[in-house]
């Protein structure tokens, strides 16, 4: 969907309004194309991450998604119900869940690697400078977001924004 622009319009204004759209339509077709490899995008990153990683605590999980806990509760709850993923208890920690796949890596791997590829052919349309110029201007984008969330690991993470 575009947005209509006036000639009067900042260049900021019309980049905000941009980026919005792109972001909405981005979603929307990534999750088509996550749905394609055969899961969701928060089911893929779960089962990935789990793959990657080994059994995870729920809460760990949590935090590598970026979700809350009850949100990777729902997520076990219907990857456990398709029997991809079990629930077992932490060897020392009796308080500790841990998370772990039932199906097979290589199957995880290959849903991931086929949304990945879906992903890294949207850029082909883009020269290897513009693909550089990008990642550049997002890496700064990020930096910034994450510097006024209190998240900057350097003081001056968002000086070049």
């Known amino acids: 969907m575009t947005t209509p622009r006036s000639d009067s319009e900042s260049p900021v204004a019309a980049l905000v309004l941009q980026t919005g759209a792109f972001a909405d339509a981005f979603g929307r077709w990534a999750g088509r194309k996550a749905v394609e490899a ?3 995008v928060p089911r893929l990153r779960l089962l990935y991450a789990v793959h990657c990683h080994g059994p995870q605590k729920m809460a760990d999980l949590a935090g590598e998604l970026a979700v809350t806990p009850r949100n990777v509760t729902a997520l076990v709850d219907g990857l456990e119900s398709e029997g991809l993923v079990r629930r077992v208890p932490h060897s020392t920690d ?7 796949l039932t199906c097979s890596q290589e199957r995880v791997a290959a849903q991931f690697q086929t949304y990945q590829g879906s992903i890294e052919r949207l850029f082909d349309v883009l020269t290897v400078e513009d693909q550089r110029t990008l990642s550049r201007v997002l890496a700064t984008l990020s930096r910034r977001m994450n510097a006024e969330a209190g998240c900057s690991t350097a003081a001056g993470d968002a000086s070049d924004a």
């Not at 009796?94 to 772990?100: A, I, K, P, S």
Request: charged content about 30%; hydrophobic content about 40%.
């Open 38 to 40: 055969g899961a969701s």
């Open 94 to 100: 009796r308080r500790v869940t841990l998370v772990e």
